[in-house]
């Protein structure tokens, strides 16, 4: 498996093409990991595999990875299909598929309380807008491939899921702070915006990351 870094910020980026694996990178993070990954078909398996290898990946230039376990459980439903987050609150992870091509994202939770990281292959262009999505946005224009990415990663890091509709994610003429190069986003019941941007990434796809500062809690 060969594997590409880089970062943005304080993210720590690792992408590489969807490889045969073992489950020893999965079992490094647990048993709830390893039950996830056995419960799944082998195409699953070995594209979830593959996220974990590269979660091992960034988490390593980070800290030692001895202790480290990670938790998928939906925090609306209590099923073991949610996001993925490092016990402990330490750090953020976040993981993004693409056909053959994962992305794999962490950052130390210094300042920010959550990441995001989204991947989408390019067809046409990443300034073009996306027709397909226009019901969604109606009645405002659709957003380009890469704007989707970057409202995806927001929606990742503020960890609500469906319950935020993507129509309702706001850009703003803030100047972040953490991400360089990047965008504010507001959302509705967060009292401070997310930061976005975009992020370096594999030919021919489009990666965005976004972090959420400590201050942007969800609002009462």
Do not use: N
Request: net charge neutral.
């Amino acid at each position: 498996m060969t594997v590409e870094r880089s970062t943005i910020g304080p993210v720590r980026l690792a992408w590489t093409d969807v490889a045969t694996r073992s489950g020893e990178a999965v079992a490094q993070f647990g048993e709830s990991q390893q039950r996830r990954h056995k419960a799944m078909d082998p195409v699953r398996a070995t594209r979830f595999a593959t996220g974990r290898a590269l979660l091992a990946d960034v988490l390593s230039a980070l800290t030692p990875l001895d202790g480290i376990r990670i938790s998928s459980v939906c925090e609306r439903c209590g099923g073991d299909h949610g996001r993925p987050r490092v016990l402990g609150d330490r750090f953020g992870v976040s993981v993004s598929y693409a056909g053959d091509m994962v992305v794999a994202a962490a950052a130390r939770l210094d300042g920010i309380s959550a990441i995001g990281v989204d991947i989408e292959r390019v067809t046409s262009s990443e300034h073009t807008a996306l027709a397909d999505l226009t019901p969604l946005f109606a009645p405002h224009p659709p957003p380009t491939l890469r704007g989707w990415t970057l409202i995806e990663a927001a929606l990742k890091a503020d960890g609500r899921g469906l319950q935020v509709p993507p129509s309702d994610v706001r850009f703003e003429d803030v100047v972040p702070k953490v991400l360089p190069g990047g965008l504010a986003v507001r959302m509705p019941g967060r009292d401070a915006p997310v930061e976005v941007a975009p992020a370096p990434g594999p030919a021919g796809f489009v990666v965005s990351v976004a972090v959420m500062s400590a201050a942007a809690a969800p609002s009462p």
